[in-house]
Every structure is written in structure tokens, then in C-alpha cells.
């Protein structure tokens, strides 16, 4: 199965994304976006990920590694939308 993910940049500081990505299962896949993506001036980018079961959950940067001044849109939850 292929799910897409859609990533906004919202702040002017262009930096790579990391992501995880839980699947039902428990199994974690990380993501990076790279920054050139954002150099080039994009403001959204689309991740395809093909995954062998239903996502249960996706973070941006969960060990909290790059300076963000809002987390509160860092997390999604099935069922649960953004934290």
C-alpha cells in the first residue's frame, strides 16, 4: 500500500524534515526530506511511502532535533488528527 504524506514548510528557517512513521504493526519507518527541497522554494512536499500495513502514526522530528517554535502541528494520530 502507498501512503502519501503532505509536509508544509510554515517557518523561514529551511532545514531537512525527519519523520516516523509507525505502522499498525508497531513497525517504525523514518523519512528524511531533504532540504534542498525547500531551497528550491517549495512550500509543500508530498512523500510517497509504500508500506506493508495501515499507519497509525506520523512525527516530525520526534527527538526533537531541529529548533521549531511550534510542536503543537508535529503529530499525527489516526483517529486523533494534530496534537
Do not use: C, K, Y
Not at 525527519?18 to 517549495?42: H, K, N, Q
Amino acid at each position: 500500500e502507498t501512503v502519501v504524506i503532505t509536509v508544509e514548510d510554515r517557518g523561514d528557517a529551511p532545514m531537512p524534515v525527519l519523520l516516523a512513521v509507525t505502522l499498525e504493526s508497531g513497525e517504525a519507518r523514518r523519512v528524511t526530506v531533504p532540504v534542498d527541497v525547500w531551497l528550491a522554494g517549495a512550500r509543500r512536499h508530498r512523500v510517497e511511502l509504500d508500506v506493508p500495513g495501515r499507519v497509525e502514526r506520523v512525527e516530525i522530528d520526534p527527538e526533537d532535533v531541529f529548533p521549531d517554535v511550534d510542536r503543537t502541528n508535529d503529530l499525527w494520530v489516526r483517529g486523533r488528527g494534530q496534537r
